[in-house]
């Protein structure tokens, strides 16, 4: 009775609204990390060559020890290592769609198998106490599994939170400041180039 109970409550065009929801988000995050990707990657590899470059440029010229030099290096460093942070984060959403509707068809699998179980389990009533304890056994069985899909929404979630990473302002604004500052250390590093050889 309780399970005919939480079927009527059940709303699955609700259900396939949110998922068509998710994925349409998963898939705006994979465009915007697919178009963005390659230009951090560049630019992290570029600013990390400018920042060994102006640490090297930096240490020679004011003659700094092992220490100094590494600190200098460690500030230089600051801008194309938070863009190497955050092409990990872009790469990561690539593919995001695909692993969200694996996920959510997983889910909708285990649960349709586990539904049929129970409603087989629970339709005839068991005869003698050996037949009831193995009842009792398969369902505690099925509340386990059940456990376990709990265990796969929050994957679920966590997979939306990538998605939902590109959408914070913060992370637009460590974008941009990451971005100016790896430039900025790309046109110091041309410069003092070419001082070192002129």
Do not use: C
Request: proline share 3%.
């Amino acid at each position: 009775m309780a399970i005919e109970a939480s079927q009527s409550k059940f709303d699955p065009i609700a259900l396939d609204t949110a998922v068509e929801k998710a994925l349409a988000i998963a898939r705006t995050a994979e465009a915007v990390a697919s178009r963005s990707v390659k230009k951090v990657q560049l630019l992290f590899f570029i600013g990390i060559v400018s920042a060994v470059w102006l640490t090297y440029y930096v240490a020679h010229s004011f003659e700094l020890t092992l220490v100094s030099a590494f600190w200098v290096l460690l500030v230089f460093a600051l801008p194309p290592l938070v863009l190497g942070k955050l092409y990990g984060t872009l790469r990561r959403t690539i593919g995001l769609p695909q692993r969200l509707h694996e996920r959510i068809e997983s889910i909708r699998g285990k649960t349709a198998e586990l539904g049929s179980r129970l409603k087989t389990s629970t339709s005839s009533e068991p005869a003698n106490n050996a037949a009831k304890l193995s009842e009792l056994w398969r369902n505690g069985k099925v509340l386990l599994e059940l456990k376990s899909l709990g265990g796969e929404a929050q994957e679920i979630a966590s997979v939306l939170g990538e998605a939902l990473i590109l959408a914070n302002p913060v992370f637009a604004v460590l974008l941009l400041v990451s971005t100016a500052f790896t430039l900025s250390l790309l046109l110091v590093a041309i410069g003092t180039w070419f001082a070192h050889v002129l």
